[in-house]
């Protein structure tokens, strides 16, 4: 390493530099524009008149759509995120035992991955269209409902589907990551519990899902950022309507500037949905430190 | 999953693989369900999406949908503004990635933590969060309806996950390598290019498929600053048919085929390397 260094000392400006101006020019100005922006009075064509402090906050404070809006995300977030484990956990396990056609269900579970979340939220829509729609057309089938039903008609519903779509999307990159953590562990480490005589659930709880827990945190924090920034399945869906009822703070920020043309009120809300990601983030920061440690 | 993991006796290992066998196949039909809907809507005759109740497999298989696709729809339009901005902004992000990488991944030097610190920061980052932010610029910049906003937003915002990745390829790879063919009588660039790239090939075939599907599949920024279909992509082309007073469901879905399918067979081809991949910038 030494000799490298007396070699070729060129500053590490000329390297890392253009990878920097990039990464400041479009991720770290946009966001100091942002928060500029929700401290600005800016009218419906885009003319900016001039600092105003915190108004457009208390704007945003009084639209009568926030505070559900606000339930909404944290419902969305967490059930989503929650779920998305719970079911991961065991579908990895699966995945990673032996069975005839495994590496198949490997690559179709990829396929949600790779796929365009808008095209796969667009598929959903049609399966559950109130008419055309394969859903209902099963579900009559199986005599398990005895006419059409509209599953995106009313709030509850819609929202409903709206969370396992995401679901849907979230679990392939979270099985994998509980797989990764599962190749980790190592055959020996199973074989000398079951010397010891321990049972599978025991085996689990005590060894298994401890090993995993590293893994599995680091993958609940980057669903946590996904979800809470998740825009297409929404838009696509229900476009956070009927009216605002299926928003989150995310499609609700988007909507105040490019349907309300409010740019300014938009940019305070989605600043403080920055401000939580900032928290995620750091909360991602100690999680893998946590890691290094132990 | 208990049953999955208890020690049973040898006469019951076939039903334990049974119950492995149905439950896997199970639920590789549930996550490919939406795609295979897909694909029989796709080649549904118009009059058949609209029966009721709707049919399970096509009647007649309309395969000519997908000729008659390219007339109906601007999508070779969609499909070369698809192609152009993910190619481009993955080659930016490669060409600035790898210099950053290597040098990060071989050398201590004064920043560097800060540097590593803002690189796994602004991976955290997606531009659905900061669109008001990147809205303003574009509008600033003269960008608006141009091919160069899409390119440098999806450059930007991958290059910490290439950074990251390339770097730990760089760095797992021992430096008495490249001493051989400084001796020779390479520089450095050329020892980068000649000895290193080629073994580091792995990691810049992830990188590359990374950053490609992300920018392939990216829909927020692409739908707020191009309103004019010829600077849209696929995703956002296509998305426009579902407002339409009728949706032409079986091009809808022939187009998104058309999009999914090559990304797919991408994302196949790193399946390895996926997981390390993504938690490259977080256990490292």
Redesign the interface.
């Known amino acids: 390493?030494t000799?490298?260094?007396k070699?070729?000392r060129v500053?590490?400006l000329?390297?890392?530099g253009?990878?920097?101006a990039?990464?400041f020019?479009?991720?770290?100005?946009?966001?100091?524009?942002?928060?500029k922006?929700s401290f600005m009075s800016i009218d419906a064509t885009?003319t900016s008149h001039g600092f105003t402090g915190l108004s457009n906050y208390r704007t945003l404070f009084r639209n009568p759509n926030l505070t559900a809006v606000l339930e909404r995300t944290v419902i969305w977030t967490i059930s989503i995120v929650v779920l998305t484990v719970l079911i991961s956990?065991?579908?990895a396990?699966?995945?990673h035992?032996k069975?005839?056609?495994?590496r198949?269900?490997?690559?179709?579970?990829?396929?949600?991955?790779?796929?365009?979340?808008?095209?796969?939220s667009?598929?959903?829509?049609?399966?559950l269209n109130g008419?055309?729609?394969?859903l209902?057309?099963i579900l009559?089938s199986l005599g398990l409902i005895q006419d059409?039903k509209q599953f995106l008609g009313s709030q509850t519903q819609s929202f409903t589907w709206l969370i396992i779509v995401a679901i849907?999307v979230s679990?392939?990159?979270t099985t994998?990551?509980v797989?990764?953590g599962l190749t980790t562990i190592g055959e020996d480490i199973l074989e000398a519990s079951?010397v010891d005589g321990a049972?599978?659930?025991q085996?689990?709880k005590s060894i298994?899902f401890p090993l995993l827990r590293?893994?599995l945190l680091?993958?609940m924090v980057?669903n946590l950022?996904?979800v809470f920034?998740?825009?297409?399945i929404i838009?696509?869906m229900t476009t956070g309507g009927p009216g605002y009822s299926t928003d989150t703070t995310?499609t609700l920020?988007?909507k105040i500037?490019?349907r309300n043309a409010d740019?300014a009120q938009?940019?305070s809300m989605?600043t403080i949905?920055?401000g939580i990601?900032l928290i995620?983030?750091v909360l991602?920061?100690k999680?893998?430190r946590w890691?290094d440690d132990s | 999953?208990?049953?999955?993991?208890?020690?049973k006796p040898r006469k019951k290992v076939t039903g334990r693989?049974v119950t492995?066998?149905i439950?896997?196949?199970t639920?590789?039909?549930i996550?490919?369900?939406?795609?295979i809907?897909?694909i029989v809507?796709s080649v549904k005759s118009k009059s058949e999406?609209?029966?009721?109740?709707?049919t399970?497999l096509p009647q007649h298989w309309t395969w000519s949908n997908y000729i008659t696709i390219w007339k109906q729809l601007p999508l070779a339009q969609y499909l070369r503004t698809s192609i152009v901005v993910s190619l481009s902004a993955t080659i930016?992000v490669l060409?600035?990635?790898i210099?950053?990488a290597?040098?990060?991944g071989?050398?201590?030097?004064?920043?560097?933590n800060a540097?590593l610190l803002?690189?796994?920061?602004?991976q955290?980052?997606?531009p659905?969060?900061?669109?008001?932010?990147?809205?303003?610029?574009i509008?600033r910049f003269h960008l608006v309806n141009t091919w160069m906003a899409l390119i440098?937003?999806y450059?930007?915002?991958n290059?910490?996950f290439s950074?990251w990745i390339l770097s730990s390829f760089f760095a797992s790879i021992p430096?008495e390598i490249e001493?051989a063919a400084?001796i020779d009588g390479a520089t450095?660039m050329q020892a980068l290019r000649q000895i290193i790239l080629p073994i580091a090939l792995p990691g810049l075939v992830t990188a590359f498929i990374f950053t490609f599907?992300s920018a392939?599949?990216e829909?927020?920024i692409a739908l707020?600053i191009e309103s004019s279909p010829a600077h849209q992509p696929?995703?956002v082309g296509?998305?426009s048919l579902?407002g339409q007073y009728q949706v032409q469901?079986q091009y809808?879905?022939a187009g998104?085929l058309i999009?999914?399918v090559p990304?797919?067979i991408?994302?196949?081809m790193i399946?390895k390397y996926?997981?390390?991949g993504?938690?490259a910038g977080?256990?490292k």
Not at chain 1, 99 to 102: E, I, L
């Open positions: 390493m000799t490298v260094r070699r070729y500053g590490a000329p390297w890392i253009p990878a920097m990039v990464i020019l479009m991720v770290l100005y946009p966001a100091f524009e942002m928060v922006t885009g956990l065991p579908v396990q699966i995945l035992a069975f005839p056609g495994r198949f269900v490997r690559y179709a579970l990829i396929v949600p991955w790779a796929a365009s979340v808008v095209m796969t667009t598929s959903w829509l049609w399966i008419y055309y729609g394969v209902n057309r009559l059409q849907f679990v392939p990159f994998y990551v797989l990764a079951t049972s599978g659930w085996r689990y298994i590293p893994a680091i993958g980057i950022i996904n920034n998740s825009f297409p838009w696509v995310t920020a988007y500037s490019f740019i938009s940019a989605a949905n920055f990601i995620f983030i991602f920061l999680v893998s890691r | 999953m208990t049953t999955l993991l208890k020690k693989k492995l066998t439950s896997g196949w639920i590789a039909l996550f490919l369900a939406p795609y809907e897909m809507t999406i609209l029966s009721i109740p709707t399970y930016l060409l600035l990635a210099p950053a290597y040098y990060v071989r050398n201590k030097f004064k920043g560097r540097f803002l690189v796994l920061v602004t955290m980052f997606s659905t969060s900061l669109i008001i932010g990147i809205f303003r610029e509008i440098l937003v450059a930007a915002f290059m910490a950074i430096v001493e400084w450095r599907i392939w599949n829909f927020v707020t696929l995703t296509l998305e579902i469901w809808l879905f998104s999009a999914i990304v797919v991408l994302f196949a399946e996926l997981v390390s993504l938690t977080s256990v």
